[in-house]
């Protein structure tokens, strides 16, 4: 049995938790605020800032945890290398996390250094600076803080007059204490897919099958597994995600994103060192293991022969349209009936706001089945499920 110490406590978090205690692992769930979604399934938590790096060390003091999991962005990253050289198993490793919770690192790792086609990218520190990095990336383009999560502080930026306000945009939603900007070239792609990857201590590199998302402001709406890709662009994204996450070491599970272009092939754009939130239609069945049991297994060093693809599944997601302490659910009866292939979880956050996402639906039809269908069936269920005071 090992201890893992939880950093970030979200849905995803629950879910890697549920796994956890599944195998006999404790788990402390670590987050900003009380009663996190993981915080209601874990052995034990601890609220605290995980900005602040003499509470980070002191939580690891106290509970001398054999593995430290990571799971939102927002942590004083360098410490990891300082528990990582006491013994303590990062995941996926310290160099990795610190990597890709800066969207500067993994961009230059992937681009200059290990040459994966990516938007073309300028960096910004001032106004300024984004001004003149606009101007020559041109309109449109994507403005987004080097530290962020779910969308925040990314805008498309159409002409110069809208730059200021990206500006200050990116700048408010930036999570840490960086406060510098990336502006990328507007890539026109077809489509847009995560491809989870598997890293393992002692076996192969594994993919899943690649899961088709929608975006709105940068933040998931919808997934669905499996999208119509050409066999070329497959094997491209699975050749970039198999280079960057070697590149940057460890065992677990990565959601690597990639934009799809018809004419222009496959673009590299952002990686996470965790389960991908577009990743939660894996809880439809649609694999032989979850995203979650993945992660927990590759963490553990459990072997995984063979990830297989089961049957088509789709998710949505459920929104807040209000700010409340006291979040309640209706619609859940509406949802569910005649519904026999669909199923839902709320994820429990103690308070919601506008546009939180507060659960989700995911649903399942046999392979080979009209995937529109599907995705729309679940839409539909997820639309009734309202959140109330």
């Given at each position: 049995m090992k201890k893992i110490l939880l950093?970030?406590?979200?849905?995803?978090?629950?879910?890697?938790?549920?796994?956890?205690?599944?195998?006999?692992?404790?788990?402390?769930?670590?987050?900003?605020?009380?009663?996190?979604?993981?915080?209601?399934?874990?052995?034990?938590?601890?609220?605290?800032?995980?900005?602040?790096?003499?509470?980070?060390?002191?939580?690891?003091?106290?509970?001398?945890?054999?593995i430290i999991v990571p799971e939102i962005e927002a942590i004083r990253t360098e410490r990891l290398y300082d528990f990582e050289r006491e013994g303590i198993q990062v995941v996926p490793s310290a160099r990795a996390v610190n990597f890709t919770m800066n969207r500067k690192a993994i961009r230059d790792l992937a681009a200059k250094e290990l040459g994966l086609?990516?938007?073309?990218?300028?960096?910004?520190?001032?106004?300024?600076?984004l001004r003149e990095a606009a101007d020559r990336?041109?309109?449109?383009?994507?403005?987004?803080?080097?530290?962020?999560?779910?969308?925040?502080?990314?805008?498309?930026?159409?002409?110069?007059?809208?730059?200021?306000?990206?500006?200050?945009?990116?700048?408010?939603?930036s999570r840490g204490d960086i406060r510098e900007l990336i502006v990328e070239e507007f890539?026109?792609?077809d489509s847009e897919i995560t491809l989870l990857t598997v890293t393992q201590k002692n076996g192969p590199t594994l993919f899943c099958p690649p899961i088709g998302h929608v975006q709105k402001g940068g933040d998931y709406r919808e997934s669905f597994q499996s999208p119509k890709i050409a066999p070329e662009h497959l094997?491209?994204?699975?050749?970039?995600a198999a280079a960057v996450t070697g590149a940057l070491t460890g065992a677990g599970l990565w959601g690597v994103e990639f934009f799809l272009s018809h004419e222009n092939g496959v673009y590299f754009s952002e990686l996470s060192p965790r389960p991908h939130d577009t990743g939660?239609?894996?809880?439809?069945?649609?694999?032989?293991?979850?995203?979650?049991?993945?992660?927990?297994?590759?963490?553990?060093?459990?072997?995984?022969?063979?990830?297989t693809f089961?049957?088509?599944?789709?998710?949505?997601?459920?929104?807040?349209?209000?700010?409340?302490?006291?979040?309640?659910?209706?619609?859940?009866?509406?949802?569910?009936?005649?519904?026999?292939?669909?199923?839902?979880?709320?994820?429990?956050?103690?308070?919601?706001?506008?546009?939180?996402r507060m659960g989700v639906v995911v649903g399942y039809e046999p392979l080979g089945s009209d995937l529109d269908a599907l995705r729309d069936r679940v839409k539909?269920?997820?639309?009734?499920?309202k959140v109330t005071e």
């Open positions: 950093l970030g406590s979200g849905e995803l978090g629950k879910e890697f938790v549920i796994a956890a205690q599944r195998l006999g692992q404790t788990v402390v769930a670590c987050d900003k605020y009380a009663g996190a979604p993981a915080m209601q399934v874990a052995d034990a938590c601890e609220v605290f800032d995980m900005l602040d790096g003499e509470a980070l060390s002191a939580a690891v003091a106290k509970h001398h945890p054999d086609k990516t938007a073309r990218y300028f960096y910004a520190t001032t106004l300024g600076e990336i041109g309109y449109p383009c994507v403005v987004k803080p080097l530290m962020s999560s779910s969308g925040k502080g990314q805008s498309v930026v159409k002409s110069a007059d809208e730059v200021e306000a990206a500006w200050h945009y990116g700048c408010e939603g890539i026109r792609f094997a491209e994204a699975q050749r970039m939660m239609v894996t809880l439809a069945g649609t694999q032989n293991l979850t995203e979650f049991e993945l992660h927990l297994r590759a963490v553990l060093g459990l072997p995984i022969p063979a990830i089961e049957r088509m599944g789709a998710s949505a997601v459920i929104l807040s349209p209000i700010t409340t302490s006291t979040p309640r659910y209706e619609g859940l009866e509406a949802a569910l009936a005649d519904n026999p292939r669909t199923d839902l979880r709320i994820f429990g956050k103690p308070t919601a706001r506008i546009n939180r539909a269920a997820a639309a009734k499920v």
